[in-house]
DNA sequence: TAGCTGAGTTCGAAAAACGAACGCAAGGGA
DNA sequence: TCCCTTGCGTTCGTTTTTCGAACTCAGCTA
């Protein structure tokens, strides 16, 4: 009755929250940008019971952030999981998270993976700014209006 | 022993989102980032059991993310928690994830807070781009290279 | 026909979350 | 002094989730 009820609060950062807080969620979704699609493969690489993979996924489904897209395999037709337009548009939440972890989780240089702008070849950078000014944005700089 | 395992893990990303992917811990940073300090009232308007709470605050506290500041009120001594660096750090986090509920869980025009730039007015909004040449990019943008 | 494989489902045990009651220190008031 | 209140937790028995090993099932393959 409780943490289920900031998934239908009517705030648009409150319901985010409480749908890739579950546990697994954010870890799954890791999985995925990096390119893992099939119930197996993320059974196995993330050492994820079963039971609780099929729940997480279905969630997802359900919210439309991934989709069940048929493929075929050995001439059989199977299905795997991938982000819709929803989902991709998840990304700079990852990579907020991922310019976090670089700078305050990063003891050394470590890094499981790289990532490189395909044009350029230069890095990527989660960042807030001001529609308006274009100004980057702190907390400090951006005022809070309770609504009414 | 295996979802404890990616807060270990040699991964700017998986750490992140091991620690930040427990239930409750981002809706906390949500009430936090709201100006939300005390025990007391995480509890009133979060609804979370205590001792979740209690656990969860530790976790953040831990981490280095909140830090406990002593302040005064009716001439006792209390703390309060208060966000650390790196834990204002986290704002492109909290935004971007607003940003995506903006887009895509607001049914109307639904919102329980205005965000807006102190200098000039204007909104905010989160997004990812090249170090480089200051592109703004999207999943497809980024070459993902695995480390060795 | 039997076997294999990917993708789940089931189910008993363990861990986490819940929530109501309890503890405790530091005032304040009578 | 004694009792009450407040803020901040801790305890503990119950309910929910998660775990993980075994089971199911469909569609090939040998």
Redesign the interface.
């Known amino acids: 009755?409780?943490?289920a009820?900031?998934a239908s609060?009517?705030?648009?950062?409150?319901?985010?929250?409480?749908l890739?807080?579950?546990?697994?969620?954010?870890?799954l979704?890791?999985q995925i940008?990096?390119?893992t699609r099939r119930f197996e493969d993320f059974q196995s690489t993330?050492?994820?019971s079963r039971s609780v993979l099929t729940d997480r996924l279905n969630v997802l489904l359900q919210e439309?952030v991934l989709k069940r897209v048929p493929y075929q395999e050995d001439g059989r037709t199977r299905h795997e999981y991938r982000?819709t337009e929803?989902g991709?548009?998840?990304?700079?939440?990852?990579?907020?998270?991922?310019?976090?972890?670089?700078?305050?989780?990063?003891p050394e240089e470590?890094?499981?993976?790289?990532?490189?702008?395909?044009?350029?070849?230069?890095?990527?950078?989660?960042?807030?700014?001001?529609?308006?000014?274009g100004?980057e944005?702190?907390?400090?700089?951006?005022?809070?209006?309770?609504?009414q």
Chains 1, 2 share one sequence.
Not at 9 to 18: D, F, G, I, N
Not at 90 to 99: D, E
Not at 114 to 120: E, M, P, V, Y
Request: net charge positive; charged share 25%; with cysteine.
């Open positions: 009755m409780s943490y009820s900031f609060m009517p705030c648009t950062l409150s319901r985010p929250a409480a890739l807080g579950e546990r697994w969620t954010l870890l979704l890791r940008f990096l390119g993330m050492e994820i439309g982000l929803k991709r548009d998840l990304y700079p939440v990852m990579m907020a998270l991922r310019t976090w972890g670089e700078r305050w989780m990063a470590e890094e499981s993976f790289h990532l490189h702008h395909r044009n350029c070849g230069g890095g990527v950078r989660a960042k807030v700014e001001c529609t308006e000014c100004a944005l702190t907390a400090r700089d951006v005022q809070v209006t309770p609504k």
